[in-house]
């Protein structure tokens, strides 16, 4: 059947302003990092991103790696792109990533210009786009010069591959440099994607996010929900399919015993908020209106409408900031 989005989408999703840009984003953006590989059900993929719209989540996170394995999240979402959501390109923001190895020998990873342009080449033919809304180096590059990589950032959206570019794991000086030389080319820094949670405070003692007002851009947290650490998937123990079991960018030393009890002491917070342990931790990543969304990740249709239910309470008061700080003032 035709897929029609729902006619209310955009009725009560918030959208913040991308720093001092004209591009707004929903709180919660969609990424296809884990779920979305040739390994996972197509159709399940399909509902997600179709369900995801409908609630008005209008921004869909991808990377030339994402899968597994390497590149099948942008065939995957290109696919659905072709099957559902062309009619509605101009309302999606889409975006892509180039940092981490891609393919075999020297110019298949970091930061030279020859690896950046050739992979958004490559990913523009698997989305079967003419361009994407955002382009982001994934990482930083201590061997190619700043001005290189920015530079091919610069050509991308002057080729009109991209529109904007980003920045994903850069600290606030890395940041700071990288967008003087872009502001310089002409292509000024649009967000800044770090990884950042209740137990991820880095970007807050780099002083990431007064950095980004400072040049302008926005920041969009990746790993809100520290891979389902601050979710109810491990108050009972750890399931055999849980990410801790089956995933590499997660292993049973991240759930210490003081872990456990920082993510039950958390939870009790949550409930007593109406809210589930994952809501909390989105709105908490929210509080601040300098942070212009979230990633998250979704294995189902439900998991996606619990996590995105989120709007509906984002209001965090000074007592309930207390005390989730209070459970992890030693981090």
């Known amino acids: 059947m035709t897929y029609t989005p729902a006619g209310d989408r955009y009725d009560t999703m918030p ?4 720093g001092r840009s004209g591009l707004k984003l929903p ?21 997600i991103v179709r369900r995801a719209f409908d609630l008005g989540v209008t921004h869909f996170d991808l990377a030339n790696n994402y899968g597994p394995p390497y590149g099948s999240a942008e065939e995957n979402f290109g696919r659905i792109l072709a099957t559902d959501l062309k009619p509605y390109r101009d309302e999606i923001v889409v975006s892509t990533k180039a940092g981490y190895d891609m393919w075999p020998g020297p110019y298949g990873d970091f ?9 958004l080449d490559q ?5 079967g786009l003419d361009y994407v809304d955002i382009f982001y180096h994934h990482r930083p590059d201590p061997e190619t ?5 920015m530079g091919a950032l610069d050509a991308v959206v002057r080729a009109g591959k991209a529109q904007y570019v980003g920045l994903s794991n850069y600290n606030s000086a890395q940041t700071a440099d990288a967008a003087a030389i872009l502001k310089q080319l002409g292509t000024p820094l649009l967000i800044h994607q770090p990884s950042y949670s209740i137990l991820n405070r ?3 003692k780099d002083n990431l996010l007064d950095t980004l007002q400072e040049v302008g851009a926005g920041a969009i947290g990746f790993s809100p929900l520290q891979q389902g650490l601050l979710t109810d998937r491990y108050l009972g123990g750890i399931p055999d399919d849980s990410r801790v079991r089956t995933s590499r960018f997660l292993n049973e030393d991240a759930l210490t015993s003081q872990t456990l009890g920082r993510i039950h002491a958390l939870n009790d917070i949550a409930q007593r908020r109406g809210q589930s342990l994952a809501q ?3 709105a908490w990543a929210l509080r601040d209106e300098r942070m212009t969304s ?5 294995s189902s249709v439900e998991q996606l409408e619990n996590n995105v239910a989120t709007i509906d309470n984002l209001a965090l008061d000074e007592s309930e900031i207390g005390d989730i700080d209070g459970t992890v003032l030693d981090l």
Not at 123 to 127: A, E, F, G, I, P
Not at 145 to 149: A, I, S, V
Not at 294 to 298: C, P, R, V
């Open 27 to 47: 709180v919660i953006s969609l990424g296809l990092w884990h779920n979305f590989g040739h390994e996972r059900p197509w159709q399940r993929q399909r509902d």
């Open 280 to 282: 909390m931790a989105l």
């Open 145 to 149: 010069p700043l001005e290189e990589t």
């Open 111 to 119: 930061g030279s210009r020859k690896y950046l342009v050739s992979s």
């Open 15 to 18: 959208y913040r302003r991308t």
């Open 294 to 298: 979230l990633i998250i990740g979704a």
């Open 123 to 127: 990913s523009l033919q698997r989305l």
């Open 202 to 204: 880095w970007i807050e």
